[in-house]
C-alpha cells in the first residue's frame, strides 16, 4: 500500500493519550515499526515496555508509546528476530499490524497480554471485555486467585 501522509496520530483519551488513525487503514497493513530505547536489564519494567526476550525491554518511543489495550484489538505487534553482520543476535524489531480494516480517526489498540501477577481491571468496553488486562490464557489463574482472597468471588462462575 502506498502511503501518502501519515498513518497515525496521538490524542488525548479519557485516561490519557491514544493512538489514531490518520487515514483508513486496511488489516494487514503494517501501521509502522516500534522505535524506542532498548534496555538490557531483566528486572526493569514500566508501564510502557515492551519485553524482547532475555533481559531485553524495549521502552517505545511516541507515537506507538501511547498504543492502548483493548481485549477485541484491531492491532497486533508483530516481532521480528535480527542478527548482526557476524550472526549474533541483535535486538528484534517491533511493527504494529491491523488485524482489521481500521477507519479514519478510530483509535488503535493492541491486547497487552499481560501475565496474571501484573493484571489491572479493563475499562475497555469491549464487547468480549475479560474484565481485566491479562492475557486471555490467564484469566481462569487470575480469578481463582481473586476468588481465594476474598473469599466469595463475584468474578467466579
Known amino acids: 500500500m502506498s502511503i501518502g501522509r501519515k498513518l497515525v496520530r496521538v490524542a488525548k483519551v479519557s485516561f490519557g493519550r491514544g493512538v489514531f488513525a490518520a487515514q483508513n487503514i486496511p488489516a494487514g497493513t503494517e501501521v509502522g515499526q516500534v522505535t524506542g530505547r532498548v534496555i538490557d536489564d531483566p528486572e526493569y519494567t514500566s ?11 524495549l521502552e517505545p518511543s511516541a507515537p506507538f508509546r501511547y498504543l492502548n489495550h483493548c481485549c477485541t484489538p484491531n492491532c497486533q505487534l508483530q516481532t521480528y528476530s535480527l542478527t548482526y553482520d557476524d550472526g ?3 535486538p528484534s524489531e517491533v511493527h504494529v499490524v491491523a488485524l482489521s480494516d481500521i477507519a479514519e480517526g478510530d483509535e488503535l489498540t493492541i491486547d497487552y497480554q499481560w501475565s496474571a501477577s501484573g493484571a489491572i481491571k479493563c475499562l475497555c468496553g469491549s464487547s468480549n471485555c475479560r ?8 484469566l481462569d489463574e487470575l480469578l481463582k486467585s481473586k476468588s481465594g482472597k476474598r473469599g466469595k468471588s463475584r468474578l467466579a462462575n
Do not use: H, M
Open 131 to 138: 474484565g481485566w488486562v491479562v492475557a486471555a490464557e490467564e
Open 88 to 90: 549474533s543476535p541483535a
Open 47 to 57: 508501564a510502557y515496555c515492551i519485553d524482547l526476550g532475555d533481559s531485553l525491554s
